[in-house]
């Protein structure tokens, strides 16, 4: 039974080499970074608003200040995190495993008063089996209009919480039954604040869930997958190879980091267009050829606001051509989207989809007034070796944080400090 297999992982010594410790590493820097980055959006206003307004008991470190019940910050946290758009990617199952695990993680491992090892290990497993639930639900799932940062996500957050409480066998089991009945999340909120807060839900419903099993409540053991399931009704494709070498293969290592503050979708056509250089006033058509399942994720044709435009071939190209920084949050605006040079190459982008292409690939030609043709081709899924990752990771954290904060959350994360250390730096 999948359920079981999830459970005896989650409670299972980890094995897991140094390599893949490492790249985990690099995404609790870039979490922290990207979540503290956010908490100045609209959307994390919000969110304070309704954790104040609901009050609570103080186990857990808000980004942007406070202290709130485990739950309430694992919602607020990981919608704040993702607010930015900004955090990691695991093309296996197209989610976003950072952003719903490990607010999760670090909001137990603080109420809880778990070590920063235990911390550490209890992200990575919870991470690993988010992205093992996502390929068993395969692209179906997604391709119907759910969002497997939110779906999956839950999952993963629920086998972190419930490790880091240290949950037996049975409550795991119990756990993982009652986060199939909460896991929820739709890309129809792609574009407004509705998406980062998909990836709050996974990281609150498994909180909820691992909390409700400890404390006795009874759930189906195998609501995931069993008849009128999770997976069954979520157009899950219950594909048993995802499980494979489980706990010996790491899935998570090929996790990817962004380096564009937009949808991952775009990020190979912008690293193609880093290889040509033509003048923006000599283009007259930008042709992007892409996997098909982008066309429904981030390509808007005429985005109005900043965030719009994180979803949008069509303006991240203009941008990047002209010379508006795609590493940078500020690039992205309202009055960007309203120029009126952005909105003329806008209107000479065109992108189809090509299933000779991966999801990690992209293929872009640009024609010019003078008849020749640009081209380049990009593959995300080409190996980062280690040292460039980390380089890439700590310019970014550094440019979000600035060199002395960054250097202080880094040496707590490679320190593996406890947890209550690193809360107190998201202020």
């Excluded at 003329?344 to 065109?350: K, P």
Aim: proline share 4%.
């Amino acid at each position: 039974m999948m359920s079981q297999k999830l459970a005896e992982f989650a409670l299972s010594e980890c094995h897991a080499p140094q390599t893949v410790r490492a790249v985990a590493r690099l995404s609790l820097i870039d979490w922290m970074a990207v979540g503290i980055a956010g908490r100045g959006e609209p959307v994390a206003a919000v969110m304070h608003a309704f954790a104040h307004e609901e009050g609570g008991g103080e186990q857990a470190a808000l980004i942007g200040g406070g202290r709130v019940p485990m739950r309430m910050a694992a919602l607020v946290n990981g919608t704040i995190s993702h607010a930015l758009d900004y955090d990691d990617t695991h093309f296996a199952h197209i989610g976003h495993p950072s952003v719903g695990v490990i607010p999760a993680a670090l909001a137990v491992a603080e109420g809880m008063g778990a070590s920063g090892a235990e911390f550490q290990e209890a992200a990575l497993i919870g991470m690993e089996a988010a992205i093992r639930f996502g390929v068993w639900l395969g692209r179906d799932h997604y391709q119907v209009g759910f969002h497997q940062t939110g779906t999956a996500g839950a999952v993963g957050a629920c086998v972190a919480a419930g490790r880091l409480m240290q949950l037996s066998h049975d409550q795991m089991q119990t756990a993982l039954g009652l986060v199939a009945t909460r896991a929820s999340g739709l890309k129809s909120q792609f574009g407004t604040m509705g998406k980062p807060f998909n990836a709050g839900l996974a990281a609150s419903n498994g909180v909820e869930s691992a909390s409700l099993a400890r404390l006795g409540m009874e759930a189906r053991i195998d609501a995931l997958e069993g008849s009128q399931g999770f997976g069954p009704t979520h157009h899950g494709a219950a594909d048993q190879s995802a499980f494979d070498g489980l706990g010996d293969h790491w899935l998570f290592e090929n996790v990817s980091h962004k380096f564009h503050a937009c949808c991952h979708g775009l990020h190979a056509v912008l690293e193609a267009a880093a290889e040509i250089a033509p003048a923006p006033d000599e283009i007259t058509a930008i042709r992007v050829g892409t996997h098909p399942r982008w066309l429904t994720v981030c390509n808007q044709p005429a985005p109005e606001t900043g965030l719009g435009a994180k979803f949008s071939y069509a303006t991240v190209l203009p941008m990047h051509f002209l010379g508006h920084d795609t590493a940078r949050l500020d690039s992205f605006s309202d009055a960007l989207c309203a120029d009126p040079k952005v909105q003329a190459l806008r209107d000479r982008v065109e992108v189809s989809g090509d299933d000779r292409l991966s999801e990690m690939q992209a293929q872009l030609e640009v024609d010019l007034r003078d008849g020749t043709t640009l081209t380049a081709f990009h593959d995300l899924d080409a190996p980062l070796p280690l040292e460039e990752r980390s380089q890439k990771i700590a310019a970014k954290a550094a440019a979000l944080l600035g060199k002395e904060r960054f250097g202080l959350i880094k040496a707590v994360v490679e320190g593996q400090g406890a947890p209550v250390g690193l809360a107190a730096m998201l202020q």
